[in-house]
């Protein structure tokens, strides 16, 4: 796969590696879906519980039970998607690891020529593991996120289909973030790469002759070279942040947007009686669980678009020709 393959052709191969951990998988998504599953009841469980506060001697006394035994349900959901999730992703990073170096040991030695052992390095260290959080972490977050995400949105419809819809109005702006989020993401990521591979291939080289480097009073030059590396990697990152925090308050303020919104509209309704306080309460708090999953869902393109670059830099070495071997066995 050539290293100008699509973000989804690369993904879609990195899926691949998943294949052998389809169980652990399926035991964490089960877990997922128990765990939106138990936002969604006590969301539920929000509007009888307010209405019921206008008569206190009406409450039930299941209702604190219910509460107890709904995050109860979502611990145990949570730790078998930590631990199913968690196992998947390191194992394919052991896997990728293994398979690439036995790649590099087929290769010819005009290779070794070409890219420096510390670059090597990387592939086998932060490039296997980065490939691992995209194929699994990031996975793990998007489901996660949306599928609570979906929850409070059938809970809103649920209680107020029109409120609901008007929230709709939302989604093509921070689809639009989202896509120039995933962008930026996307091309920085392989600078990064590129930029460590870099730092670690001075430092190699400095260390390793730093017996030429004192005799012939080159520290100064050498040191300035490492400054400027790892001034242009800090930049890069620093990119990163900014971009993080700039999606992350523009999703925030479309939110405060939809919540404000929901505010006036479903206000309108409770007016014409058809919202009682508890329903009203019930649409507040699922739009509140709402806007950290979308900004969780935004900051993990980051964790993607890394994963992405790093899994074709390690592709275009599992893709490399091999040396041909014409020896005989004497």
């Not at 030695?109 to 670059?119: L, N």
């Not at 999953?293 to 790093?310: C, D, E, F, P």
Request: hydrophobic letters at 50%; one cysteine or more; proline letters at 4%.
């Amino acid at each position: 796969m050539s290293v100008l393959a699509s973000p989804w052709q690369t993904y879609k191969r990195l899926l691949g590696f998943a294949r052998p951990y389809r169980v652990l998988l399926l035991m964490a998504l089960a877990g997922m879906l128990i765990e939106a599953a138990a936002g969604m009841g006590f969301l539920a469980l929000m509007s009888p519980i307010t209405d019921n506060l206008v008569n206190p001697e009406d409450i039930n006394p299941w209702m604190p039970l219910a509460i107890i035994g709904l995050f109860l349900l979502r611990g145990v959901a949570g730790y078998l998607t930590d631990i199913g999730m968690g196992k998947a992703a390191r194992s394919i990073a052991r896997d990728l690891r293994v398979r690439v170096l036995g790649k590099y040991l087929r290769l010819p030695g005009q290779r070794f020529d070409a890219e420096p052992v510390p670059s090597m390095l990387v592939r086998l260290g932060s490039d296997s593991d980065q490939v691992a959080q995209a194929a699994i972490d990031a996975m793990k977050v998007v489901l996660q996120q949306s599928l609570q995400a979906l929850g409070s949105l059938a809970m809103m419809f649920y209680y107020s289909w029109q409120v609901t819809l008007a929230i709709f109005v939302l989604a093509p702006p921070l689809a639009w973030v989202m896509n120039k989020v995933a962008k930026r993401y996307r091309r920085i990521s392989h600078r990064i790469q590129e930029s460590s591979a870099e730092l670690l291939q001075a430092a190699d080289q400095t260390l390793s002759s730093q017996q030429e480097v004192k005799i012939y009073g080159a520290q100064p030059r050498e040191m300035a070279r490492y400054s400027g590396l790892a001034n242009t990697n800090l930049r890069l990152a620093m990119k990163v942040e900014a971009t993080r925090s700039i999606s992350s308050g523009m999703v925030q303020l479309i939110g405060a947007i939809g919540l404000a919104a929901l505010l006036f509209i479903a206000g309108h309704e409770a007016a014409a009686g058809r919202l009682t306080v508890g329903d009203f309460v019930a649409l507040m708090m699922a739009m509140l669980t709402i806007i950290p999953a979308l900004k969780q869902l935004t900051n993990v393109q980051n964790m993607t678009q890394r994963g992405i670059a790093s899994a074709q830099r390690l592709f275009t070495v599992l893709d490399a020709a091999d040396e041909t071997d014409t020896g005989a066995c004497l």
